[in-house]
């Protein structure tokens, strides 16, 4: 990420946030922990196109340079030296099969999943 002759063009997007994976919620208390993420600012969960959901925090590095490279290139963790560009969401693109973004997102999902739960 960040140095690279491909990242050029971007504004080191991969770089300002975070995702991590979590349970595939099943029943509607499962929904009560993806309701308290989105209540947050700046934190989302998604559904990839794989059927898997994540939990993703909007938030930069703290090493990413004013010029979208990495202040620590030779020592960034692991997952960033595995990530690649040729594949990264700037150049192929991104879709996803839902985006819960704020609770309202959240309880529309589970009124269509359960019947209308929104009043509880
Ligand atoms: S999103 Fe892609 S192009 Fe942008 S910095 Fe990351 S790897 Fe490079
Ligand atoms: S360590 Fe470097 S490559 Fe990894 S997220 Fe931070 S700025 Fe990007």
Do not use: Q
């Amino acid at each position: 990420m960040g140095n690279c002759k491909s990242c050029k063009s971007c504004e080191g997007d991969c770089c300002k946030y975070i995702a991590i994976e979590i349970d595939v919620p099943e029943t509607k208390e499962d929904f009560e922990n993806i309701k308290w993420f989105v209540c947050h600012e700046n934190v989302n969960v998604y559904v990839n196109e794989e059927g898997e959901w994540y939990v993703e925090f909007i938030t930069p590095c703290e090493f990413l340079g004013e010029n979208n490279k990495c202040k620590i290139y030779d020592k960034r963790p692991k997952i960033c030296r595995g990530y690649n560009h040729d594949e990264c969401t700037f150049h192929n693109g991104y879709s996803e099969k839902h985006r819960f973004k704020i609770l309202k997102d959240v309880e529309n999902y589970i009124g269509e999943k359960f019947g209308d739960e929104t009043k509880n």
